[in-house]
């Protein structure tokens, strides 16, 4: 078996951009792809995001032998019981979700006997929908996989490859530890990014015109992310609900104890923190997962 | 009277980049610098960031119409009275400190008598040193002053013209409100990066490589703004106590607030949040203040 035709189910970020990889990386490979909002679809045509963009699902997946779910993670059982009616029986099924025990087990219960193995291409931006997707996304980026105990190896070696060839390099993990990992790299920094855009807008003492002329002390980089989408960060919240609140009470405790050497006027506490963090970053940098030009070499994405 | 000579005192990011930037927008205007750290001097001879580096503070600022303090906030009063010998009495005395209600209260108390006018230029990297500095660091970027009560309407009038010939937009505003909008546009922003980072980096269920290696979700953005100066920020953070208290505890609250909304299962309300924070990011980058393409648009600052 290999994977000759991929079916995307929705066409939004992730999705467009897996359909333009695929064209660029994996010519050979046929795509069809469904989404639920018909100027999404129309959109996609137009982009030519997938070869085929399909009126319905379930002709969508018609014997596919890879589908991928690219839609919030609330919306993956509905997605996957729609689509079952048309899901060939040696289909791998896979997502993209942000978190991954609640898409698992949601995937498991719809589609039993199937082959699931849950994805998580840690790649992304703040925008979204069909016109957002660009086909350099994956390059040089994680791909973290959290197949189920049992899982075929085989099935899992085709599916490490297609990410591979997308010019990601894969990572297996279990799906709980998944959930920890990414509520500390991206969940919470998105809540408090939210949070601390929510607070500027809602001063009495400050204005908003304030904030806005002033953002770029720091503030601006918070506004970007603040800025993704709500229904899919919704979605992530509440699905990975007990990481994400393990996590923020660590960084609640931390921020408590930072606010107290202020507080004291403790200058060696803050100058310590400030010198450990640098530290962090420049791993980061060295590991290509960003960049140190001012303007973060994001410009290679373009 | 007119600006004809500069001095410029501390010659990293910020010393530098005036240095460069009056190079080239006032070529006519002389500069003169000084920096504590021998290597500094050195560095900033190489680079040309000013006319002539003296060795010596009281020669930097001789018969200079201006001088500027560009040291960490915590070093301003120390280095005024360094420098006072050579101070011409027509001198305007101004600086660039991220906080303006204590330095300026310093300047007065160390400089009673002369002319000051502190500023703050809303512009800067998480870089540092004599080697970070850039001539257009200013450009379409605000520079605020906080004229003392009673202030020279000319002399201010200079010093505006000064900042708006390096390519800034230049704002009036009272010391105290000053230091309540960076409070929340920067030094809050800058605090809670670098809670984060330092939250991340003491986990025991989630390793250092982990966080560094899946940082592209997210939380490498905060990593670069952590990575800024040590003694900066904790200068900033002792200066300016009092708002950043006050503007972290309404952040507490509201995230607080969240934390409850997940722990409920209540998606409106986050949804709701996730959505309003949206419209302050599409005004920031409609005012020129950041870039909505993936490389923020920085790539102009090279
Ligand atoms: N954005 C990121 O940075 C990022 C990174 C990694 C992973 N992810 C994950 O990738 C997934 C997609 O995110 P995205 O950023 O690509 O979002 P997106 O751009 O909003 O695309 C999602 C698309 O799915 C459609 N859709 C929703 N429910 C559907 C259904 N039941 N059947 C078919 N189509 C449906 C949406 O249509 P409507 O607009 O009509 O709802 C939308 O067009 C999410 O699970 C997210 O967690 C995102
Ligand atoms: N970085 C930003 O983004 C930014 C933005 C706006 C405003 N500011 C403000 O600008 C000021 C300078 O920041 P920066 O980023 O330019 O810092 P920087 O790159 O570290 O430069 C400061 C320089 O001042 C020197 N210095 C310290 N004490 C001195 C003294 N008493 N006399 C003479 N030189 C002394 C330092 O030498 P040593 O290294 O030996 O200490 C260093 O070379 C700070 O007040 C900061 O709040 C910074």
Do not use: I, T, V
């Given at each position: 078996m290999s994977i000759d035709s991929v079916a995307i189910i929705g066409l939004g970020l992730l999705g467009g951009s897996i359909g333009l990889a695929v064209a660029e990386h994996l010519p050979g490979v046929q795509t069809r792809g469904f989404d639920a909002d018909p100027e999404v679809r129309s959109r996609a045509s137009d982009r030519a995001l997938v070869g085929e963009v399909c009126d319905d699902i379930v002709d969508a997946v018609r014997g596919a032998d890879l589908v991928i779910l690219c839609v919030p993670v609330g919306a993956m059982g509905m997605a996957a019981s729609a689509m079952k009616p048309g899901l060939a029986d040696h289909a791998i099924v896979s997502d993209v979700g942000s978190s991954k025990q609640g898409v698992a087990q949601e995937l498991e219960r719809v589609l039993p006997g199937h082959t699931v193995i849950p994805a998580h291409p840690v790649a992304g931006t703040e925008q979204s929908g069909?016109?957002?997707?660009?086909?350099?996304?994956?390059?040089q980026r994680w791909c973290i996989l959290t197949p189920?105990?049992?899982?075929?190896h085989a099935r899992l070696a085709e599916l490490r490859g297609f990410w591979e060839a997308l010019g990601s390099t894969v990572d297996i993990m279990d799906a709980a530890h998944h959930d920890l990992v990414l509520a500390v790299t991206s969940h919470i920094p998105h809540l408090i990014a939210y949070t601390i855009v929510g607070t500027a807008s809602d001063l009495e003492e400050v204005t908003r015109s304030e904030v806005i002329k002033y953002?770029?002390?720091?503030?601006r980089d918070f506004t970007r992310i603040a800025a993704s989408d709500p229904t899919m960060w919704r979605d992530v919240f509440l699905s990975n609900r007990d990481a994400v609140l393990e996590m923020l009470g660590r960084f609640s405790e931390d921020l408590t104890a930072l606010q107290r050497a202020i507080r004291r006027g403790d200058g060696d506490a803050l100058h310590d923190l400030f010198t450990r963090t640098r530290a962090i970053r420049r791993s980061i940098i060295e590991q290509g997962?960003?960049?140190?030009?001012p303007d973060f070499g994001r410009g290679d994405h373009e």
């Open positions: 069909p016109d957002a997707g660009f086909a350099s996304l994956f390059h189920p105990d049992g899982c075929d953002s770029a002390g720091g503030f997962q960003d960049d140190a030009r």
